[in-house]
């Protein structure tokens, strides 16, 4: 089956007006990928050689965004909403290019595997000419429902035009379906829209199809699979099934978590061996972590790569572009942005360090901070191997410490320094001494306490 050519169209047009929101639904994250990512992903995996995007008239945030993440997909507008057949359609030219399989996916049902689509294909590839994904909700209330007969499909019945006998039926349409390529144009232009909504629907497909004499199935998966996403408590439902899945698979893969529910993965976040996560953890997109790794309690992560053996805090927030190698130690309060902290290197308390390189053994003191931005622009710290950063330190960018240098505490540090040199810049200690005692005593405190003074 491998060897079968396959378009996957992604409808993606509806309105999503019950999101109550201005972000157009394909757009709003799961698990921190958009639901548009998730479902293109699912697509290319189950061998989507051709993908094509179905968007609403005024949705070019959704076209540029499919454009991103799959550069080859054709982008196809559905000036009017007129169903999910008349959707498809709007992709029209991409089916007469002739793949073997079509796969048509909702752009709103993320949580669809890339084994189900491929379930879908292998029915095309056993010879049926339509494969739809079927499901028994808890509440089959407004799905469409599958009449079947044993192995064969009949037919989809929308919820507003069933009977009161097919509305009984539990086993509803998913509304994934594929279309042998060969077959896929003349059965969608035979669906037309004598319907409760005089839209053309997709569903109409296997009714069509049957005339013709072809044959239709539905493969049956779980309800999560099929999980559609029209609210934003939806999205909160969908985004809790997510995070079981990469809990599981996390922890499947071997990494060590004490409260699994308390971390917040993204789809993409890479583990390597022996890595452990303590609770309350968040990893936002793009983050990896390198063998034998330790993320302690309330950390957040994103767009970050963590070395072996690193340890990261607890409450420390690697923001994106910070790279850590080995064994790299950031204790807790600390910032790392747009960093680069070679191996050994060490920021144990409260620092900031963004747009900088820290070279390898080299030790940041609690309060240090890299003042990169001028009000203008950004400028880059470059801090040397085996450098000693004295606490409450400000290193005013640009500026470049060299290897071995120290730096003394408090100093706020606008010229290079050399390596191995001391920069220290910090006013002259003054000392008066017995000072705080006449202080003391000028407030009648630490006087010796006598018996009769007591009473
Ligand atoms: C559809 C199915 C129903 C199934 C249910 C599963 C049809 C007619 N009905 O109903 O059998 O049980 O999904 O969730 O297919 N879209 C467009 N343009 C349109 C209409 C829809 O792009 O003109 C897109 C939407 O953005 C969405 C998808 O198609 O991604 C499904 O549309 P929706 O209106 O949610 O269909 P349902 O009524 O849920
Ligand atoms: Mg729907």
New binding site residues.
Partial sequence: MSRRSCLAIV????E?TRMRSALP??LHRIGGCTLLAHVLTSALKAGGSEIAV?V?PDHDAVAQAARALAPRAKIFV?KE???????VLAARKAITSGTDDILVI????PLVRPETLTQLRAALSRGAAVAVLGFRPTNPA???RLLTHDDDLLA?R??RDASEAERKIRL????LMALAGDKALAILDAIGNANAKS?Y???DAVAIAREMGLKAVAIETGEDD?R?I?TKAQLAETEAILQKRLRAAALDAGVTMVAPDTVFLSSDTKFGKDVTIEPNVVFGPGVTVADGATIRAFSHLEGAHVGKGARVGPFARLRPGADLGADVHIGNFVEVKEAKIEAGAKANHLAYIGDARVGSGANIGAGTITCNYDGIAKHRTDIGKGAFIGSNSALVAPVKIGDGAYVGSGSVVTKNVPADALAIERAEQTIKLGWAKRLRQLKGLGKKKTKSSKK
């Fill in positions: 409808l993606a047009a509806g999503g639904k394909v179905v609403g559905q909403r007129r169903g999910t057949a008349h959707a909702f752009g709103d049902t407004g799905y469409g989809i929308e919820d509803c349409n998913g509304g839209e629907y997709l569903s099929m559609g029209n």
